[in-house]
């Protein structure tokens, strides 16, 4: 396995270069896996696709730091590709924030975010956010930046401010964070190509990666990954398109056993078979470490 010194600098070096890093959401081991598999370089852990796949509740700030440390470094050891964690605000003040960064770095990320919502917080794309004072944001950012034992570890700030006060204040916002030592801003969700074309013009001239994240449903308009790098974006994520893809796949093959009792309508054509699946979580291997370590021929 890959080990997160390298994966950290494999993000840093991938986000200088001229093409965008497209960064799936992943929430659990297997959906790493997939994500690998298909030939990505990186993956996003979705916290809210983790709030539903381990509490089947929406994103309003329910998981812990406890619960998402532990699938988050699951996820960063099922894979070698570098994996970027949503630590939500930080969970808690910045002496929180510094225990936060020193727990997920010690978990194997290649790079995390924090945002600057009040805690409890609630998805990006939802109504009614609040956001803490831009100062406050500035103090837990200096102590992630205190926190952080290795300099590769990706850092990225993330401002809700689009929602409270508008794309100017976001963009105020990314610059103060900018200066707090933040290695990406991240302006979630803006509402029209105009306010992403805003967002990458205003912040290209901090020297620093852009992030966006496409939310099918959500408040920012479905832009292709090539226009949204002409616009300045150099991580580009889809963070709930795998679970999304997934719940409508399976609402359809239950519906189909529910209804006829069988599967044939989904088996071979939709669904892997018991030895494709063993293969992507690399069952092989095991069997191999197996007949390695046998007590007996």
């Known amino acids: 396995m890959t080990q997160p010194h390298e994966k950290r600098r ?16 992943i929430y659990d081991g297997l959906t790493a896996r997939l994500v690998e598999q298909a030939g990505f370089d990186a993956a996003i852990v979705t916290g809210a696709g983790v709030s539903a796949s381990l509490l089947g509740a929406p994103d309003v700030g329910l998981v812990t730091m406890s619960e998402v440390l532990t699938q988050t470094r699951n996820i960063a050891n099922a894979v070698d590709i570098c994996v970027v964690a949503d630590c939500d605000t930080g969970y808690g003040n910045p002496l929180n924030v510094g225990r936060t960064i020193r727990e997920f770095e010690n978990g194997g990320v290649a790079g995390l975010f924090i945002e600057d919502q009040v805690s409890p917080k609630r998805c990006g794309h939802f109504a009614g956010k609040q956001i803490i004072p831009a100062e406050d944001m500035v103090q837990k950012l200096r102590a992630a930046v205190d926190a952080r034992v290795d300099p590769e570890l990706v850092l990225i700030a ?23 030592g933040a290695d990406m801003i ?7 190509y105009e306010e992403l074309e805003f967002v990458g ?17 959500g408040k920012t308009p479905l832009v292709s990954v090539d226009d949204l790098a002409k616009l300045g974006f150099s991580f580009i994520t889809f963070s709930g ?33 018991l030895e494709e699946r063993s293969e992507l979580l690399g069952l092989p291997r095991y069997f191999e470490l197996e007949r390695r370590y046998a007590s007996s021929p």
């Open 10 to 25: 494999r993000l840093r070096e991938m986000l200088k270069a001229d093409q965008p890093v497209v960064a799936p959401g």
């Open 158 to 180: 993330r401002t809700d401010a689009r929602a409270t006060d508008g794309i100017e204040e976001a963009v105020r916002r990314g610059r103060l964070y900018a200066e707090a």
């Open 186 to 192: 991240f302006v979630e969700a803006p509402h029209t």
């Open 201 to 217: 013009g205003e912040l290209s001239s901090l020297g620093l990666p852009l992030m966006v994240n496409l939310v099918e449903g």
């Open 241 to 273: 398109s795998l679970q999304k893809t997934a719940i409508k796949v399976m609402q359809e093959m239950l519906g189909a056993l529910m209804r006829d009792g069988e599967v044939t309508a989904f088996y071979p054509s939709k669904m892997v078979s």
